[in-house]
């Protein structure tokens, strides 16, 4: 009894160390929020349906700009399109700084295009649009590239005979694929083992990393790792993923020709042997690494995920699918394949993309933020290294922007002429010098996948449109579409 007493206390005080160390009180003068506890922070404020709820909750109190604390840490969180846009553009330089994801930090750890910080991420930034730029990001190349999968996407549509089918699989492997053909220069089968093996490696880890055990060890991570948890499989899981990313790389090394490129990591490679002589290059084997593990996972996961949300808003409202096909008979027809020059003639189905987009809320908190240096905003002193969440959600459901915010309604994106309009709080990819590095990836494949998709099958589901529930099967640093069954019906 006095040994696990003592084990107790031992824990106790080693928990409190931890958090005493790792998290010194912050300097400046942070916007208001709830009067945090020792080490708990705002725990008890928090809402047991998940963070977001929480901060919705406290924005009603404290306005646009408050100050949550995560565990011990604070955050400040901007809530709202005008907060949003005051700080990640008008503020820009000062706001670039990437927070941290707590169960993504032991593999990332700071390194590769998305999660770095400084010159660092300037220079892997720079390099990545410029390549990926090259391999088909605004060429025709990645419309055709999105063309032809999106052909052997039909075809195995066309298989199913109308049966019902979960088109999660299937919606990871034609963006994967897109992904994989810029990174790694090859497509892959869907049928292939350890490409249906990787996507759901994939799938299961993006699951884990918004469960609610996830955004707990959020707050505590200092003193959970040393537990068991989700964050290990997590860890187990990205391993796998960097595992074949490693020997990838390696049969690039033995098969590279420096006068003729293939994708992303032969450039990398060539850059790499260029600069070996520089001491305090950023071009080394670990950016590299974390890079294209960045750049699967966000090109995989995140326009899958709105394309299975997408057809299951459809299901739930076939006439908006009714409408998307009759105007994709006027503009299309049946008898050549979608270009993206038809996206400019065809303004509906562009506000059913933008209202999915929206409505899905795939980022809910977005990717954590942080000041580079002591930033004054809205009349506040945020210390250098401050974490900011932007809320996109906030802006995705800002009332001042979308009436009946939680109603999906395309024409919203409409003007009283049918044309297409801009609304400032619609920021899906964030916006500012971080925005999503494949936003141009992602909406071609969206408009392109989408269109071929209605272009050849009618969609229906197993179950009456009132009975379809549009709840994510998971919410936290992302959303998760629930599972469903839809049936593929050859027009």
Known sequence: MEASVLLLLALLVGFLLLMIRGHPKPRGHL??????LPLLGNLLQMDRKGPLNSFIQLQKKYGDVFTVHLGPRPVVMLYGTEAIREALVDQAEAFSGRGTVAVLDPIVQGYGVIFASGERWKTLRRFSLATMKDFGMGKRSVEERIQEEARYLVEELRKSQGAPLDPAYLFQCITANI?????????????????????????????????????????YSGFLKYFPGTHRQIYKNLQEILDYIGHSVEKHQETLD????????????????????????????????????????AGTETTSTTLRFGFLLLLKYPHVAEKVQKEIDQVIGSHRPPTLDDRTKMPYTEAVIREIQRFADIVPTGVPHKVTKDTLFRGYLLPKNTEVYPILSAALHDPRYFEQADAFNPDRFLDTSGALKKIEAFMPFSTGKRICLGEGIARNELFLFFITILQNFSVS???????IDLRPKESGLTNVAPTYKICFLVR
Do not use: W
């Open 31 to 36: 916007p208001p929020g709830p009067r945090p």
């Open 258 to 297: 420096p006068n003729n490129p293939r994708d992303f990591i032969d450039t990398y490679l060539i850059r790499m042997e260029k600069e070996k002589s520089n001491q305090h290059t950023e071009f080394h084997h670990q950016n590299l690494m974390i890079s294209v593990l960045s750049l699967f996972l």
């Open 179 to 219: 992904i994989c053909s810029i990174v790694f220069g090859e497509r892959f089968d869907y049928k292939d083992r350890q490409f249906l093996h990787l996507l759901d490696v994939i799938y299961q880890t993006f699951s884990l990393i918004s469960s609610l055990s996830s955004q707990v060890f959020e707050l």
């Open 461 to 467: 589901s197993p179950l009456a449109p009132k009975d």
